[in-house]
């Protein structure tokens, strides 16, 4: 199984709402990451886990705030999002055996949209 | 400050001809570099790398890649291209171990390859 699987596909709420996105992998990977992409633009980083723990946060609003459970499944919890926030969200992985040389495994992302 | 650039936008090329999607980065120290591609409504999928060793580097679906130390270039190649080849391509750093951003992708701002028939 060389797939990231990220639920739901498309999601659209109201700045009121609470919402998650969730990713789940089962390559073994103990490093799992979100971005952000805007249409035609390159991913921007938001957070990156390893072996389960927050590593990099790219200071981003503390309306998005990660989860990660365990080595398979990572969470994006949104709150009180911005119409800005609108875009695709993907989730990746990677193992982290061999540091900055190891290749990323993406998802097909989850469009939200933010009313 | 460490950065990608893919000069071009948009790549457009006839089917069978040789394609060539340009990047250049700057980083210190020796770069970790990817090819990534995205084709509509999905995620990246990773094409090829280059970490050490030959300058010429092969990847998926017929892709290569040449790493030119001296101009900083990563060129992406290939050279017979195909109607399904495009989408848009992704040209990302990795900053070496020991470096500021150590851990982070640097992706340049893309490019649109359309091929046609």
């Known amino acids: 199984d060389t797939e990231v699987t990220q639920t739901p596909k498309h999601l659209v709420m109201g700045m009121t709402n609470k919402k998650s996105l969730k990713c789940e992998q089962h390559?073994?990977?103990?490093?799992m990451y979100w971005y952000k992409q805007k249409a035609k633009k390159p991913p921007e980083l938001m957070f990156v886990?390893?072996?389960?723990?927050?590593?990099i946060n790219e200071s981003v609003p503390s309306r998005f705030s990660p989860e990660c459970p365990n080595s398979s499944l990572l969470n994006l919890h949104l709150h009180a999002l911005q119409p800005e926030d609108s875009a695709l969200y993907l989730c990746a992985s990677s193992t982290v055996r061999d540091g900055p040389g190891e290749k990323l495994f993406f998802g097909s992302g989850t469009q939200l949209s933010v009313l | 400050a460490q950065s990608v650039a893919q000069p071009e936008d948009q790549v457009n090329v006839a089917e069978g001809n040789p394609l060539t999607v340009k990047c250049t980065y700057s980083?210190?120290?020796?770069?970790?570099l990817f090819w990534y591609v995205q084709y509509p409504n999905r995620g990246l999928q990773f094409l090829l790398k280059?970490?050490?060793?030959?300058?010429l580097v092969k990847g998926s679906y017929g892709f290569e890649a040449e790493f030119n130390k001296s101009q900083t270039s990563f060129h992406l190649k290939k050279p017979s291209a195909l109607v399904s080849d495009s989408a848009l391509y992704f040209c990302a750093v990795r900053p070496p171990s020991g470096s500021s951003n150590t851990g982070k992708l640097i992706f340049g701002q893309g490019t649109t390859l359309q091929v046609k028939p």
């Open positions: 390559m073994g990977h103990r490093a």
């Open positions: 280059y970490i050490t060793g030959d300058n």
């Open positions: 980083v210190s120290g020796n770069p970790y």
């Open positions: 886990y390893s072996y389960e723990k927050l590593s």
